[in-house]
């Protein structure tokens, strides 16, 4: 068996493409080598086309797991929703852990064809959600896709969904740096993307992978919006004392932001009822106006992503 290091890969713009030592095993190694994967996805300016009537794409994304990015993905959306006259559009790239049809409380919703493509699913008038999780039999189904397929996905997606006229699109990512993050770039290279929002906790083991997130950010000239520390430190409901539940060792956010020259957010407090809400399917704002992590989420919508970086 050849063992392949991804990181030799030659690129499908190389002259190499296919026929260098590290294309050897590579499944996509046949397509790399006729030269049929050099030239731009016509996917490309067709999504173009099709995002001409969203005015504004915000990608949230997280280098670590179970940060929170789904939450508070679907939290501002639900922020944004709040003025009638805008309409937001929340998208669910996570193809193998899709949990925004849980959060949204849409469970058991199905996706329509129609002549203009896919109807996304309404929460509100003004407020349409897309995931894979509205394409399973169960909630309980197990999506096991190699990378092509979550691609075609996400194409799919992105051109073949009936957004209609949207002011804002969040786009819901999985950890990491791979293939679901790619292809949103990519495909969206020609609808501009106004930039990210990246979620981080307190401790180091996640602001170590926020960093491999930034890098990913910089090396694909992605604009970072900016950091928000979610789970930052837990109000008692009763005493209202705050406690640390993920110390920051090093720092924290603002530490981390510091020294990158990344703009922080705010802070978002860990509070059960966020939970809750998400398993009940309900926005938090409505549910619990007066919580800290209700108030934070809304400062940080408002003045720093609404006003300060996308107008």
Known sequence: MTCVSFTDCPGTGSSDAGKGSACQGCPNQSVCASGAAAGPDPAIEEIKEKMSTVKH????????????????????????????????????????????????????????????????????DNLAVMSVGFLLGSPDD????????????????????DWGEVDFLIVDTPPGTSDEHLSVIQ???????DGAVIITTPQEVSLQDV??????????????????????????????????????????AEKMCSDLGIPLLGR???????????????????E????????????IQSSSIICNHVF
């Open 142 to 161: 197990a999506v096991i896709w190699r990378g092509p397929k979550k691609n075609g996905m996400i194409k799919q997606f992105l051109r073949d969904v």
């Open 288 to 299: 619990i106006p007066d919580s800290p992590a209700t108030l934070s989420t809304l400062i």
């Open 211 to 252: 960093r491999k997130e930034i890098n990913f950010c910089l090396k694909v000239k992605l604009p970072i919006i900016g950091v928000v520390e979610n789970m930052s430190g837990f109000i008692c409901p009763k005493c209202k004392n705050e406690s640390q539940i993920f110390p920051p060792t090093t720092g924290g």
């Open 268 to 286: 978002v407090p860990l509070d059960p009822n966020i939970g809750k809400s998400c398993d009940t399917g309900k926005s938090f704002f409505t």
């Open 187 to 193: 495909y969206l290279s020609g609808a501009h993307i």
């Open 57 to 124: 794409k915000i990608l949230v994304l997280s280098g670590k797991g179970g940060v929170g990015k789904s939450t508070f993905s679907a939290h501002l959306a639900h922020g944004l929703a709040e003025d009638e006259g805008k309409q937001i559009a929340l998208l669910d790239v996570d193809i193998c852990g899709p949990s925004i049809p849980k959060i949204m409380g849409l469970e058991g919703e199905q996706v329509h064809q129609s002549g203009s493509g896919w109807s996304p699913v309404y929460v509100e």
